[in-house]
């Protein structure tokens, strides 16, 4: 896996055409809960842009990562590609040069923008939690029905969690 983390590049119009239908068509735009017990509330947002290719056409992959300086590369035992740019800065930036380009995840792009800006504001375990919740409507445009039912790491989850001492006191 290659990582690469540097300031990211302004986009031509020309690329920004074309990697918001690359995006449409073959990526992914997504925010998780992850848990930790280091974190504040238990949990943090990660959020991300994946760009997917068959394991034959990694050098573009490659040469697209050595273009936007940022995020990592690797190949899956399916034999699919995956770029994967991940961290507050690189998606926003990328976001916000691509999202008027976008059509069919122009929604996951502003809810991820939306994400991004809230967190900054975040004080509290409810504003923590209403953060929590975007996020699950990110994974909601995402995703079947039957995925998003697998998912274990909800804001109903976050919310059992961040509020289980209130629940148990009389």
Not at 90 to 104: E, G, H, M, S, T
Not at 121 to 149: E, G, H, P, R, W
Request: proline share 2%; glycine share 4%; with cysteine.
């Amino acid at each position: 896996m290659t990582q690469r983390n540097e300031t990211m590049k302004p986009l031509t119009t020309e690329e920004r055409h074309y990697l918001a239908g690359f995006l449409d068509a073959d990526g992914s735009i997504f925010a998780q809960l992850v848990r930790g017990d280091d974190f504040k509330y238990k949990y943090r947002i990660r959020v991300s842009i994946g760009f997917y290719q068959n394991k034959r056409y990694n050098w573009f992959l490659e040469n697209l990562q050595k273009d936007l300086k940022c995020g990592s590369i690797r190949t899956k035992n399916d034999g699919v590609t995956e770029y994967i740019i991940t961290g507050t800065d690189p998606v926003k930036n990328l976001l916000l040069q691509l999202k008027d380009c976008l059509v069919l995840k122009k929604r996951q792009a502003n809810l991820v923008l939306e994400i991004l800006e809230q967190k900054k504001q975040i004080k509290s375990k409810a504003d923590f939690l209403k953060v929590c919740q975007l996020t699950d409507k990110v994974a909601m445009l995402n995703y079947s029905k039957n995925y998003s039912k697998k998912r274990t790491i909800t804001a109903k989850e976050v919310e059992k969690v961040l509020f289980s001492d209130e629940l148990m006191s009389p």
